[in-house]
């Protein structure tokens, strides 16, 4: 144990690396004891990196001045309140910032106009959910010219222009989810001054038809990673895109209800190769045709796969998507929706994807073609529930999230069995997903908790059918939040939220007419 005299005769330096494994609020305490260890824990180095939590605009201008200065380089305002005056003073004295986080901030005061500093090496910046006075937003990307990484929602409102994007000739990442005042004209702004984009996310943009969609594939040669959830893009303008030489390798069409297999058809004809496809609730069950689940197949680096309820239940479909499992063994998230009908074609697609991780199956009322009469009504197609647990326990040991829909099977011990040999073979299993069914499922894999002692499972039932509910299905790989935070979900990108506008008419979804325009 060191007495005082010891701790006086380390030196400065070995102080230093000690201090550089506190936290924030810790280096504050220590350098309380005595003025050596003030000096050493207000040295710059150690406030390179920091979260602020104070709503005190004062106590923030005082860390900001004293303790970082210029040898910040990555701050996190998440939650705060701020003021004009206070970003005037960061944006001239942290010179050497690169990576700002004003997420949730609420911006104090009416001071419309006024000039920050240039953030010559501002590289990321994240003004997403923001309250109050968010017409601030518009000089902090004016005085941020060289950022590679921007994402922005709908809370800028009317502030919005594309002309900011003008002179953002760096940015590699773009996202503009549930951003609803971008339209189609601001992609041809991107496509003329934005050419190295790499990923570009469009979830919930509403007015976004698709119309320069082919003028920004044929300017950004870069781009790897294009996410047009929600919009209005159809067949027309997917047919004029030059998909061939273009770099896509993520690409997410979930619930775009003006495409069809058409559009789909081309787009994946002329791909070289991806790795993450996402066509959930795309247009009507029949949008994925046996050409494209044909053209899915060459795809062996395929990562990602969501089919869910975009198909024709067809015996072809089927021993396409048995195919598709066989040639695509990275898959690490698979839905496939009803597709799957009989239990060797199941057994087969969960024995070949060893590495499978997220898994997603539905259950329809209607009978499967390959039923016969006196066939068990709780079965689907041949195989129940508990089979699907037992597969998936006897193969798929690496499993982390399940997925059900509309499974509304009795409480019965075969299931809750199925569920405790899942929960004994699959460690990793972190989440169930009952969507559409009844509470049974998951009062059975409660009931398996139990027995198990797995109660760190979260069960997850969603209370609503609309918009389409939080999926298992994990974001694109270079999305704003992975790269930047390291994390897969967002409370910015929830899927539950938004402007959402729909009908329902006979099962199938119908946009409201000129919604958006």
């Known amino acids: 144990m060191f007495g005082k005299r010891n701790f006086d005769h380390i030196p400065d330096s070995v102080l230093l690396h000690i201090f550089s494994f506190l936290y924030r609020h810790e280096l504050s305490t220590v350098g309380l004891v005595n003025r050596r260890w003030q000096r050493i824990s207000s040295d710059g180095t150690l406030w390179r990196h920091i979260q602020l939590t104070e709503n005190d605009d004062k ?74 006075n968010v017409a601030f937003v518009v000089p902090l990307l004016h005085c941020s010219p060289n950022l590679e990484n921007l994402a922005l929602d709908e809370t800028i409102g009317t502030s919005w222009s594309g002309k900011i994007l003008q002179k953002m000739n760096k940015l590699r990442l773009l996202d503009l989810t549930r951003c609803v005042q971008v339209n189609d004209g601001d992609l041809e702004i991107m496509a003329q001054n934005c050419r190295k984009l790499e990923s570009l996310l469009l979830d919930k943009c509403f007015k976004i038809g698709g119309c320069k969609l082919p003028i920004l594939l044929r300017e950004c040669k870069m781009l790897k990673t294009l996410s ?20 896509l390798t993520e690409v997410d069409f979930s619930c775009c209800y003006f495409l069809s297999t058409v559009g789909l058809g081309v787009l994946f004809a002329n791909l070289v190769d991806c ?50 499992a066989q040639n695509c063994p990275k898959l690490t998230c698979f839905l ?22 997220r898994f997603g199956i539905s259950r329809v009322d209607e009978f499967p073609y390959n039923w016969r009469p006196g066939a068990a009504a709780n079965r689907l197609g041949g195989f129940s529930l508990e089979m699907i647990l037992n597969y998936l326990a006897s193969y798929n040991h690496k499993l982390e999230a399940l997925q059900l829909s509309g499974y509304r099977d009795h409480e019965c011990k075969s299931v809750t069995d199925g569920f405790v040999h899942l929960l004994r073979n699959c460690k ?21 908790q139990v027995q198990t002692k797995r109660h760190e499972i979260r069960l997850i039932k969603p209370t609503m059918l609309f918009p389409t509910p939080r999926t ?46």
């Open 228 to 247: 047009l959830a929600f919009t209005r893009v159809s067949d027309e303008w997917l047919i004029q895109c030059d998909w061939a030489n273009s770099s």
């Open 472 to 517: 298992i299905t994990p974001p694109p790989s270079y999305c704003f939040d992975r790269i930047i935070y390291g994390k897969e979900t967002s409370t910015v990108n929830d899927p539950w939220k938004g402007p959402f506008v729909y009908e329902v008419q006979r099962n199938r979804r119908f946009w409201i007419e000129n919604a958006y325009e």
């Open 59 to 132: 106590r923030i201008r005082d860390i900001i001045t004293t303790k970082c200065r210029s040898h910040l380089t990555r701050l996190n305002l998440t939650k705060c309140n701020l003021t004009p005056e206070l970003m005037i003073i960061l944006s001239g004295i942290c010179i050497h910032l690169k990576e700002l986080s004003l997420q949730k901030c609420y911006f104090l005061g009416r001071r419309r106009r006024f000039k920050l500093h240039v953030f010559k090496r501002l590289r990321t910046l994240d003004a997403r959910l923001l309250r109050g």
């Open 336 to 357: 496939v929706g009803i597709t799957l009908q009989t239990a060797s074609c199941l057994e087969h697609c969960l024995r070949s994807l060893p590495q499978l991780k």
């Open 428 to 448: 990793n299993l972190s989440r169930i997903c009952s969507f559409g069914g009844n509470a049974n499922i998951l009062i059975m894999a409660a009931e398996a």
């Open 275 to 324: 790795k993450y496809i996402n066509l959930s609730n795309c247009t009507e069950s029949s949008a994925i045709s046996q050409r494209i689940l044909t053209d899915v197949t060459r795809f062996q680096s395929l990562e990602v796969l969501n089919l869910d309820d975009g198909f024709e239940t067809t015996p072809e479909n089927e021993r396409l998507i048995c195919k598709v």
